[in-house]
C-alpha cells in the first residue's frame, strides 16, 4: 500500500524568508503523481502544486517549488518569500491509477506559522 | 464559475442517529470523491463516483455509503453514528478521472457526534 510521510508536524518561518517542507512516500507503481496542498482555517483545500513522477524537472508556481528526487522518494516543498497569507496547514499527496482508484493518498500534514 | 458546495457546513447528531451529507460539484464535473478528515487518522478516502456509479470505496464499514445523482450532486450517508465518526467530512470534484485531473475541494462539513 501506498504511503505518505511528512516528519514535521510544525514549522514556523519569518516573513520574507524561505522554508522547505519535508514529505517521503513509499510506492511500488511506476507512474503517479504528487501533489502539495493548502488547508488555511477555512478549512478548504487548495492545490498548491503537483509533479508527475516521469518529468525530471521540478515544478515550479511562482513562489513555490519543489525538490522532486524520485529514487529516494522524496518530494519537499520550498516557499521563498514567505507571506502571512501563506500559513495554513500543508499536506503531501499521492495519486497512481493503480487498479483505477484515483483516490488521493495524504500525508498527516505540516502546520505552518509565519510570524511577522 | 461557483466552487464545490457542502451543505450543511456543521451538524450535530447523537449517537445512533443517522446523517445525510451532500455534495454538489462544480457545474460540468463528473467526478465527486469523499474524505474523512480527523485529527488521529488525518485524511482517509471515502468513496469516489464517476457518473453516478461508485468506482472505489476506502476502507470503512458498511454504516459509510454514498451515491452519486444524474446532475453529478452527492451524498453521502452514515448510520448508527458512533463517536469517532466526528470528524470534517470533505468532497471534492474532478472534470473526470485521471492521474492529471486537478480535485477541486469543497469547505467541508463538520460532524460532531455527541
Known amino acids: 500500500a501506498q504511503t505518505v510521510t511528512q516528519s514535521q508536524p510544525e514549522m514556523s518561518v519569518q516573513e520574507a524568508e524561505t522554508v522547505t517542507l519535508s514529505c517521503t512516500y513509499d510506492t511500488s507503481e511506476s507512474d503517479y503523481y504528487l501533489f502539495w496542498y493548502k488547508q488555511p482555517p477555512s478549512r478548504q483545500m487548495i492545490l498548491v502544486i503537483r509533479?508527475?513522477?516521469?518529468?525530471?524537472q521540478n515544478a515550479t508556481e511562482n513562489r513555490f517549488s519543489v525538490n522532486f528526487q524520485k529514487a529516494a522518494k522524496s518530494f519537499s516543498l520550498k516557499i521563498s518569500d514567505s507571506q502571512l497569507g501563506d500559513a495554513a496547514m500543508y499536506f503531501c499527496?499521492?495519486?497512481?491509477?493503480?487498479?483505477?482508484?484515483?483516490?488521493?493518498?495524504f500525508g498527516k500534514g505540516t502546520l505552518l506559522t509565519v510570524n511577522p | 464559475k461557483a466552487g464545490v458546495t457542502q451543505t450543511p457546513r456543521y451538524l450535530i447528531k447523537t449517537r445512533g442517529q443517522q446523517v445525510t451529507l451532500s455534495c454538489s460539484p462544480i457545474?460540468?464535473?463528473?467526478?465527486v470523491s469523499w474524505y474523512q478528515q480527523t485529527p488521529g487518522q488525518g485524511l482517509q478516502f471515502l468513496f469516489e463516483?464517476?457518473?453516478?456509479?461508485?468506482?472505489n470505496k476506502g476502507n470503512f464499514p458498511g454504516r459509510f455509503s454514498g451515491r452519486q445523482f444524474s446532475n453529478s450532486r452527492s451524498e453521502m450517508n452514515v448510520s448508527t453514528l458512533e463517536l469517532g465518526d466526528s470528524a470534517l467530512y470533505l468532497c471534492?470534484?474532478?472534470?473526470?478521472?485521471?492521474?492529471?485531473?486537478?480535485?477541486?475541494f469543497g469547505q467541508g462539513t463538520r460532524l460532531t457526534v455527541v
Open positions: 509533479q508527475e513522477a516521469y518529468k525530471q
Open positions: 457545474s460540468g464535473h463528473r467526478s
Open positions: 471534492a470534484s474532478s472534470y473526470a478521472l485521471g492521474l492529471n485531473t486537478e480535485a477541486f
Open positions: 499527496a499521492y495519486r497512481s491509477d493503480g487498479g483505477s482508484n484515483y483516490k488521493l493518498t
Open positions: 463516483y464517476f457518473s453516478e456509479t461508485q468506482r
